[in-house]
Structure formats: structure tokens, C-alpha cells
């Protein structure tokens, strides 16, 4: 069964705007929440990550915030740009394993 | 520094043939992961080798998949026979150590006709 939910499906912007994708997760085992941005042809490389200790988490125009109760956590991409456009996943993972439980990923265009 | 490479980057093959992908991770890497994308479905893990040794196989799909990494630096996959339902995207990804960032190659595309 999938392990993280990734909403939604595809996502238009326009530049300058904010883009928010969402992702729940059920395994509270889950302590490792990693965002990653794939292009066309690329393997998906990583972009920010978070563990459950913190809120909130921003690196630029990237922020991921984290709601452990709620057991969700979101991507925001601020003043949204033309090259943010690309596949974007969230995943998780446990403290005792490294495998990545991956959502089934988002398709962000931000138009010019 | 030389990221993940992965070869090839787009095999087609007939069912029931034999397909070996190969994946070269990040020098000094000791931790290797091997994932697949089937399209529409979300990147999944198939296994994890520390060194030579595989420490968690419990996402390989069946025994036609196999997965090699001797002498601790390269990695094979082998699938065979392939059936149809093994098209997708596999990536191969490799990370320093615990719970550091997985870094991914681009992927082999296999098509299986």
C-alpha cells in the first residue's frame, strides 16, 4: 500500500506566485521527510529536507512545513519561477532503514 | 565531482529476455539503493547494499530480479526472464552513510515488449 499521499497531481503557477504541494503520510515511524525535483531526463535530485523535531524548515525561496500531529507535510515555493517547473516528490523514511517511501509525485508549470 | 551514472539509459527488449542495468555511485559511497518507477505509479525501492552486502531486499519484486554488487563499487541488476510489467524507470541512488541525502543517477528507461 502507498505510505505517502502526494496531492495534487499537477499544479499551474504563475510566476511570482506561491506553489504548495501537500503530503501525508500513516507511519508515525517515519522520522526523515526529504523533497525532491526531478526535470525531463534527470533523476530526481534533492532539494530540502526535514526531520520531525522542527516546524519548519526554509532554504531560499523553499519552505517545508510539518505538521506531526497531523501526520502532513507541505512544500511552498515562493515568488515562483518559469525554471521551478519540473516534477516535484515528497518521501519518508525510518530511523531504522533508508529506503524512501515516495508520494507519486507533482507536476509544477509556472507560466511566464 | 562525478554524480551517479546509470547505463544504459533506455533499453528495449522482448519479453522474456534477459536485461542487466548497471549503476556507478558517487566514489566513496558505500550505501547503493536501487528504486523503480512503473508509469503512474509512484518510485518505489527495490533493495539497499552496504559495501558488497545487501542489507534490506524486501522491495525486490520476485526472483527474476537480481542485484550484484562486487567488491563494493558498481552495481548490477539483472531481470530475467523480463515480462511485460517490468517496464519503467529504474534509478539507482548512493548516500555516505546513515540517514545522510541519497543522490540519484538518471535512470535506465527499460521497455519490455
Known amino acids: 500500500q502507498q505510505q505517502v499521499k502526494q496531492s495534487p497531481q499537477s499544479l499551474i503557477v504563475q510566476k511570482g506566485g506561491i506553489s504548495i504541494i501537500n503530503c501525508a503520510y500513516e507511519?508515525?515511524?517515519?522520522?526523515?521527510f526529504p523533497w525532491y525535483q526531478q526535470f525531463p531526463g534527470k533523476g530526481p535530485a534533492l532539494l530540502i529536507a526535514?526531520?520531525?523535531?522542527?516546524s519548519e524548515k526554509k532554504e531560499g525561496r523553499f519552505t517545508i512545513s510539518f505538521n506531526k500531529s497531523a501526520k502532513q507535510f507541505s512544500l511552498h515555493i515562493m515568488d515562483s519561477q518559469p525554471g521551478d517547473s519540473a516534477t516535484y516528490f515528497c518521501?519518508?523514511?525510518?530511523?531504522?532503514?533508508?529506503?524512501?517511501?515516495f508520494g507519486k509525485g507533482t507536476s509544477l508549470l509556472v507560466t511566464p | 565531482e562525478a554524480g551517479v551514472t546509470q547505463f544504459p539509459s533506455h533499453s528495449v527488449i522482448e519479453k522474456g529476455q534477459t536485461v542487466t542495468l548497471r549503476c556507478d555511485p558517487i566514489?566513496?559511497?558505500?550505501?547503493l539503493y536501487w528504486y523503480r518507477r512503473v508509469m503512474g505509479k509512484e518510485i518505489k525501492f527495490l533493495l539497499h547494499?552496504?559495501?558488497?552486502?545487501?542489507?534490506?531486499e524486501s522491495g525486490m519484486p520476485n526472483n527474476r530480479f537480481l542485484a550484484e554488487r562486487t567488491g563494493g563499487t558498481y552495481s548490477t541488476l539483472k531481470v530475467q526472464p523480463a515480462e511485460l510489467e517490468d517496464s519503467g524507470v529504474y534509478f539507482c541512488?548512493?548516500?555516505?552513510?546513515?540517514?545522510?541525502?541519497?543522490?540519484f543517477g538518471p535512470g535506465t528507461r527499460l521497455t519490455v515488449t
Open positions: 541512488a548512493s548516500s555516505q552513510g546513515p540517514g545522510a541525502a541519497q543522490y
Open positions: 507511519n508515525t515511524a517515519f522520522d526523515y
Open positions: 526535514i526531520r520531525p523535531d522542527v
Open positions: 518521501a519518508a523514511s525510518k530511523p531504522s532503514g533508508y529506503a524512501l517511501n
Open positions: 566514489s566513496g559511497h558505500d550505501n
Open positions: 547494499f552496504v559495501k558488497e552486502s545487501k542489507q534490506d
